[in-house]
């Protein structure tokens, strides 16, 4: 099995919390079909334009009839990723079709405070409780407030495509906002899936006061603990550099955007050729795997 598949299994039993119990045989093949399989359908969506409004609209529906029939409206959330659109991301397969999305809010430190003592309920976060684009690179709380997926998605399976978003979750969060040593991350658990994702993924529960506004429990990682899950993405995707070649790969629109992809097989005396050319085609926008 190549490393590259033994990253993506390790992966998977990270965010799975099944150490050593993914495979039911621990079957070579099994784990080899599994990495397969995910390895293709990541590479078979990417992220949606920021300005694509069907897909936000769509998103907010989900939203609305999936978790909290209360939570903002498309309009004001529209003015909300108009101060800032990265708040918002949607992974969608080659036809468009939506498969999943998050949000991640980088706060201003008195909304986070407040949420995080207990004191605010998310519902009354506004326009102002986030920093704009600009502000992204001094933002110290990154607030998530979900991770979904589309129920009506037919292009993965259930399974797959909660894998494949969590990794470009992940992609998202050490790309946009890279550990600096003092980023915390929260979320509140909304669901009993939610939860354990956020344990696996080694956020902690922090105790919120009888009083506290919201019911749902509070989770917040650590920005040691966040620096390892940004390392353990880059050391998934196998090469080094990973987070700086990634955050100068430019997010194209619709119809810019080219899904070419190759797998490097090569002998050891070519190692230094094939690393030379997976560096070049990477810099030229083609989502490229060495097989170490």
């Excluded at 920021?50 to 959330?77: F, H, P, Q, S, T």
């Excluded at 629109?253 to 992809?261: C, G, I, Q, V």
């Amino acid at each position: 099995m190549s490393d590259y598949f033994r990253k993506i299994i390790a992966w998977l039993q990270t965010f799975r919390g099944s150490k050593g119990k993914i495979f039911s045989r621990g079957r070579k093949s099994e784990a080899e079909s599994l990495a397969l399989t995910l390895h293709r359908a990541a590479d078979s969506v990417r992220f949606a334009a920021r300005d694509d409004e069907a897909i936000a609209r769509e998103a907010n529906d989900i939203v609305r009839r999936g978790l909290d029939k209360r939570c903002i409206a498309y309009e004001d959330y529209k003015r909300w990723r108009q101060k800032n659109p990265t708040i918002f991301t949607a992974v969608t397969g080659s036809d468009n079709q939506l498969i999943g999305f998050f949000d991640v809010f980088p706060l201003t430190d008195e909304s986070a405070r407040g949420l995080l003592d207990g004191e605010v309920h998310e519902r009354s976060l506004g326009l102002s409780s986030i920093l704009p684009c600009s502000g992204n690179d001094r933002a110290k709380y990154l607030y998530t407030a979900s991770i979904m997926l589309n129920p009506e998605q037919a292009a993965l399976s259930p399974l797959v495509a909660k894998e494949v978003l969590l990794l470009n979750f992940a992609e998202h969060l050490s790309t946009t906002f890279p550990p600096n040593g003092v980023r915390v991350l929260f979320a509140y658990a909304h669901t009993a899936a939610g939860e354990r994702l956020l344990r696996n993924a080694g956020f902690t529960n922090t105790r919120l006061p009888e009083h506290a506004k919201q019911g749902s429990p509070l989770y917040e990682l650590s920005p040691d603990a966040y620096g390892d899950l940004a390392r353990d993405f880059e050391g998934m995707l196998g090469r080094k550099g990973a987070r700086k070649r990634l955050r100068s790969r430019p997010r194209l629109s619709r119809r810019e955007h080219s899904l070419s992809s190759c797998f490097i097989s090569y002998s050891h005396e070519d190692k230094g050729f094939a690393r030379s050319l997976h560096d070049r085609l990477q810099e030229r926008g083609t989502r490229c795997w060495l097989d170490e």
